[in-house]
T-cell receptor, first 113, second 114 residues
Framework: GENVEQHPSTLSVQEGDSAVIKCTYS??????FPWYKQELGKRPQLIID?????GEKKDQRIAVTLNKTAKHFSLHITETQPEDSAVYFC????????????FGKGTRLSVIA | DGGITQSPKYLFRKEGQNVTLSCEQNLNHDAMYWYRQDPGQGLRLIYY???????QKGDIAEGYSVSREKKESFPLTVTSAQKNPTAFYLCASTRTGSSYNEQFFGPGTRLTVL
């Protein structure tokens, strides 16, 4: 089955700097890769996702890149702000509808003002 | 995700007791999921259901049971066989008609064993 590895487990950056979180996956059939943000005690919220037919996707300060050959994808946050502090999870799933997501173990991002 | 509700928000259980966590959605989603979250462990899949009256085990199903009698509801029972049930439990559902399963999460139930 699918296995998703996520690095780093913790990340501290100065406000205004960029943050990068990386994930690798094992199943070459996976073709949907979402990223979730979870604030303390709250539910995960989808912040961006990418399909396998796209190499990069941007939404304001957030971008995701996908390298299907190498089976890795990354989250990039530019101009970080204190409210970006949270735990971020990557995930992967296959092509069939309603296939369960497999999550990475999360990255705790701290943005220092 | 505002259409998924979980109750209760906090739940305390004595050892040896079974408890049931509620999950309801009004999004007309076909698929529903239960995850367990422990510190540093990410989200681990317990059970999922793609259609009414059918469900499959996830990675950590031992000590848990589910039912899917209605499309809107997917309750999770934590049985006494689950040796370490203290965790944060998240229910999720998948948008209908999508080829890719964008999941929406409920607010979670924090279960503590006394």
């Amino acid at each position: 089955g699918e296995n998703v590895e996520q690095h780093p487990s913790t990340l501290s950056v100065q406000e205004g700097d960029s943050a990068v979180i990386k994930c690798t996956y094992s199943d070459s059939a996976s073709n949907y890769f979402p990223w979730y943000k979870q604030e303390l005690g709250k539910r995960p919220q989808l912040i961006i996702d990418i399909r396998s037919n796209v190499g990069e996707k941007k939404d304001q300060r957030i971008a995701v890149t996908l390298n299907k050959t190498a089976k890795h994808f990354s989250l990039h946050i530019t101009e970080t702000q204190p409210e970006d502090s949270a735990v971020y999870f990557c995930a992967a799933s296959g092509a069939s509808g309603n296939t369960p997501l497999v999550f990475g173990k999360g990255t705790r991002l701290s943005v220092i003002a | 995700d505002g259409g998924i509700t979980q109750s209760p928000k906090y739940l305390f259980r004595k050892e040896g007791q079974n408890v049931t966590l509620s999950c309801e959605q009004n999004l007309n989603h076909d698929a529903m999921y239960w995850y367990r979250q422990d510190p540093g462990q990410g989200l681990r899949l317990i059970y999922y259901s793609q259609i009414v009256n059918d469900f499959q085990k996830g990675d950590i199903a031992e000590g848990y049971s589910v039912s899917r009698e209605k499309k809107e509801s997917f309750p999770l029972t934590v049985t006494s066989a689950q040796k370490n049930p203290t965790a944060f439990y998240l229910c999720a559902s998948t948008r209908t008609g999508s080829s890719y399963n964008e999941q929406f999460f409920g607010p979670g139930t924090r279960l503590t064993v006394l």
